[in-house]
Antibody, heavy 121, light 106 residues
Framework: EVQLLESGGGLVQPGGSLRLSCAAS????????MSWVRQAPGKGLEWVST???????YYTDSVKGRFTISRDNSKNTLYLQMNSLRAEDTAVFYC???????????????WGQGTLVTVSS | DIQMTQSPSTLSASVGDRVTITCRAS??????LAWYQQKPGKAPKLLIYKASSLHSGVPSRFSGSGSGTEYSLTISSLQPDDFATYYCQHYSNSKTFGQGTKLEIK
């Protein structure tokens, strides 16, 4: 059974940094594209970033230059380093598995339960 | 960037009804479209990908269709478990969600 367990969320001040982690199990982690998707309280889904199995990375415009997605296949773990955080980054962040290895042609077939990031002074 | 517009934003229906949700892309997305279902406090679930391919384990009352810029999700006979919020998503090097459609009990 595929399991995705996010951690690292919490309360951070504007301008601060946070690193999210996602521990994956139940599948060959290195073979699949992985993504982060967020959802602000009471709002819709917003794609944040994707990394392919070959380490190609993609970001939504609002986080480019501030967030960095990475993966450690030896640890079956996905990361999201978030710097220069803003109030509008407040959201539940979901770790998401792609159907395949490509970051471009893979929709998301499995989702974690999410970790809440709150940016507030 | 490609924009995805869903309609309606809210849909009221009864058990047994046939319902259709529409998603329009701002340009041709060549069927790179997925549909997700989300219930309150839960993570989304994949229903349909590549516009019309049913994801494993998803009931056959769900179907997707469309091409170019116009796509739709149809539930042939609503079940009590289907009342939820539905999102379309274009996936490519950028992945854009629609704003969501809340399916409510009439």
């Amino acid at each position: 059974e595929v399991q995705l367990l996010e951690s690292g969320g919490g309360l951070v001040q504007p301008g601060g940094s946070l690193r999210l982690s996602c521990a994956a199990s139940g599948f060959t982690f290195s073979s699949y594209a992985m993504s982060w998707v967020r959802q602000a309280p009471g709002k819709g889904l917003e794609w944040v970033s994707t990394i392919s199995s070959g380490y190609s990375t993609y970001y939504t415009d609002s986080v480019k230059g501030r967030f960095t997605i990475s993966r450690d296949n030896s640890k079956n773990t996905l990361y999201l380093q978030m710097n220069s955080l803003r109030a509008e980054d407040t959201a539940v962040f979901y770790c998401v598995k792609g159907i395949g290895s490509s970051a471009i042609t893979s929709p998301n077939d499995c989702w974690g339960q999410g970790t809440l990031v709150t940016v507030s002074s | 960037d490609i924009q995805m517009t869903q309609s309606p934003s809210t849909l009221s229906a009864s058990v047994g009804d046939r319902v259709t949700i529409t998603c329009r892309a701002s340009q041709n997305i060549s069927s790179w479209l997925a549909w997700y279902q989300q219930k309150p406090g839960k993570a989304p679930k994949l229903l349909i990908y590549k516009a019309s391919s049913l994801h494993s384990g998803v009931p056959s009352r769900f179907s997707g269709s469309g091409s170019g810029t116009e796509y739709s999700l149809t539930i042939s006979s609503l079940q009590p478990d289907d009342f939820a919020t539905y999102y379309c998503q274009h996936y490519s090097n950028s992945k854009t969600f629609g704003q969501g459609t809340k399916l409510e009990i009439k």
